[in-house]
Each structure stands twice: as C-alpha cells, then as structure tokens.
C-alpha cells in the first residue's frame, strides 16, 4: 500500500501566501505523476497542478501565475501558493500515480486524505 501525507493547511488571509508538501511512502513503483486537486463541498475535484516523472509541470489556468508545484524528489511535491482568495478556499488532495508492482505494468492512483485551506477576507 501507498500513504500520501499533506500538510501545511490552514487559515490564511487573503492575499497571504501558503505551501502545501505531500509525502508519499509505502510500496512504491515507478511513480510517473504527482498531482494536486481541490474541492469544495458540492462540487467535483478540481485540477490544479502536476509534475511528472520526466520532470513536465502543468498547472491548471484558473490558478496560474499565483501557484507553482515543485518536487523534492519523485515521492514529495509541494504546492506554492500566493495572492491568496477567498475562491481558493478548498480541501486540498495530493494524487500519486503510480503502479501496483515493481514490473511497472498496472497502473494505480493513491490519494491523500486531504487538507484543508481556509482563506479570509
């Protein structure tokens, strides 16, 4: 099995910035993507951004130019966030896709349980 841990949620006021870092350890196979989504309590998940494992970032447009992702290494990202908005207020989940065995021919995604980010006015 797989554990991803996020951290670095909380309270923030708008305008305020804040990083998000996820960990993902346990039986681990070629992890090709690491991601970030968010949700809001009556809608789906929304994409915000990814690092693959050849080093590809994407981030979503609706936050673009205020968040970036970056990775220690290919089972730990962070998610920089700054400019805050109350808009941004949403769980956060960190995705790890990966597979379920080192011959690296099934692929599995692993979420986190997610964490919470609170922005003010």
């Known amino acids: 099995q797989v554990q991803l841990v996020e951290s670095g949620g909380g309270l923030v006021q708008a305008g305020d910035s804040l990083r998000l870092s996820c960990v993902a350890s346990?039986?681990?196979?070629?992890?090709?993507?690491m991601s970030w989504f968010r949700q809001v309590p009556g809608n789906g998940r929304e994409f915000i951004a990814t690092?693959?494992?050849?080093?590809?970032y994407y981030v979503a447009d609706s936050v673009k130019g205020r968040f970036s992702i970056a990775k220690d290494n290919a089972a730990t990202v962070h998610l920089q966030m700054n400019s805050l908005k109350r808009e941004d207020t949403a769980v956060y989940y960190c995705?790890?896709?990966?597979?379920?065995?080192?011959?690296?021919?099934?692929?599995?995604?692993?979420w986190g349980q997610g964490i919470q980010v609170t922005v003010s006015s």
């Open positions: 995705k790890a896709a990966t597979q379920t065995n080192y011959l690296c021919d099934e692929a599995v995604d692993y």
């Open positions: 346990g039986r681990i196979f070629c992890i090709s993507a």
């Open positions: 690092v693959t494992s050849s080093n590809t």
